[in-house]
């Protein structure tokens, strides 16, 4: 399990570092807490960091439950071709937010893939028993 | 466990089922990204998401700590009551969401019941050793 | 790693008592739903809500992979940490945004320590195998 581990961790510090664009973000544009709104350009880094958060949520479970009723390695294979959507996702959207499609598809798909796959897998382990 | 797992994935399931019905509000609605407001049903479905997402964050380490320290089976009823609750709230909100209310409570109290029940087996089993 | 689920319980009780806050901001600055802006004190409470959730989704892996490839008792100290700093957080962001920064700090370094820690943790267990 120490490879879905890495990639666990790997997916939370490029959460992190979102958030950390968004922070820089709100400098830059004088944008002042408690809003989140009133510059177009931190506000796409807000939804990066907002989108990549409600797919984190889906995506690690989706690691968990695959790696522990299929199969670790392709579990964290799945979790590095999202990692690898989530840059162009972030970076695509940040430039041009009508662009983020190719990105996000291959995000939601990996994320699908583990979900239904940890399902399956479960359904059948249940059956076994 | 095998029961929790597919009520962990059915929550996450749900959850990638709102965020589905936000895009489609996107499109219907004309609310470009990165905006994340502007038409009040986007926005209702926006909102549906959110706080799905808020619990999620919640339900998912109760299901596992009950599951932990009392009793998967009932981990996984709880659980299965959270979606019905959900969905209940999630239809509720977006034709009318001043009566959100039922749906709300019928997902906090097994999330609350939950994390309660986690924490009260996690003290006795710490005390037991 | 009854220590790292008691301190998981808590860090979700206190994420759920500042959803409580926001519920209780609606009501008294008559902030309706779907709206999430219009009032500058709902605001803070609502922003104190979601900056907690996106660190919950960062604090609850690292506590699970710095337990597991480092020492429970640590992470669930450094998770005891995470929570009195997510307290003075929550009072200062709601008193004055602008001065958020400590309670931001005590917050982002327990969770920057477990995930790093949890990681190189992983990868020496690889190595070692």
Same mark, same amino acid.
């Given at each position: 399990m120490a490879y879905v581990d890495i990639v666990t961790a790997l997916a939370v510090l490029q959460f992190i570092f979102f958030g950390l664009k968004v922070g820089q973000a709100r400098g830059r544009y004088g944008v002042?807490?408690?809003?989140? #709104?009133?510059n177009e350009i931190f506000e796409r880094h807000f939804r990066v960091q907002a989108n990549t958060l409600e797919q984190l949520v889906a995506l690690l479970p989706g690691l968990y439950l695959f790696s522990r009723h299929f199969d670790p390695r392709w579990a964290a294979a799945l979790g590095v071709v999202n990692r690898v959507g989530r840059q162009l996702y972030a970076t695509s959207y940040v430039k041009e937010? #009508?662009?983020?499609g190719a990105g996000f598809g291959l995000t939601f798909l990996p994320v699908l893939a583990l979900i239904v796959g940890g399902v399956v897998g479960a359904l059948r382990d249940l059956l076994a028993h």
């Open positions: 002042k807490a408690p809003a989140v #709104a009133g937010p #009508a662009k983020r």
